[in-house]
């Protein structure tokens, strides 16, 4: 960027996830590539119309029907970061609980923020997408989500709240498909 001076505005980093919120048909896709894959070491070339290649087929194609039910059942969050006076003042309305304090205390450690309700506040006031998350559903997907799922869209806000907007190394993948290089 040319031209920039100091006094104009940054954009804030952001961060992106896609969450499939139907744990159910992850499972069932898991289950089916395992079964898949036993297959496949028992039999990996089987001739064509063989049980094995029938099953074989058969598994595949219910992987990926799967993998489309996965995609359509997928949400894509978006976290901008809130900038460091916004996230300190979210910090300090979240205090940690006595309880949370002396815990790590226990083990040399010091807490920064209520463990519960910090997290919640965080995702609410950081995604943009999509639009109109409140701090009651914040606070549903802390308590009801998987630790997984969970994990997820905490790391996604996280990094955009505590990183940064380097865009790293340039991309070979793009730079070979401009090329026109098969992938290596």
Known sequence: M????????V????????????GDLVADKETAEEVLATSRRKNPAPDIGDEDAVEQMRLA???QRLEA??????????????GRRKHSDLVAAHPPTEEQA??????????MVNSESFPPALVAAS?????GITLEAAT??????????????????LAANQGSSDPGPKSS????VLRGSAPS
Request: charged share 25%; aromatic share 10%; net charge negative.
């Open 61 to 63: 194609e219910t992987i």
């Open 127 to 131: 995604c943009v997408e999509p639009e």
């Open 11 to 22: 954009g804030a980093p952001e961060k992106t996830v896609r969450i499939c919120l139907r």
């Open 173 to 176: 993948i793009a730079r070979d």
């Open 140 to 157: 549903d997907a802390f308590e009801s989500w998987s630790e997984g799922q969970w994990t997820l869209l905490w790391r996604a806000c």
């Open 69 to 82: 039910e996965c995609e359509r059942s997928s949400v894509t969050f978006r976290f901008r970061g809130l």
């Open 2 to 9: 040319t031209g920039w001076s100091w006094g104009q505005p």
């Open 102 to 111: 002396a815990e790590l205390a226990k083990v040399g450690m010091s807490a």
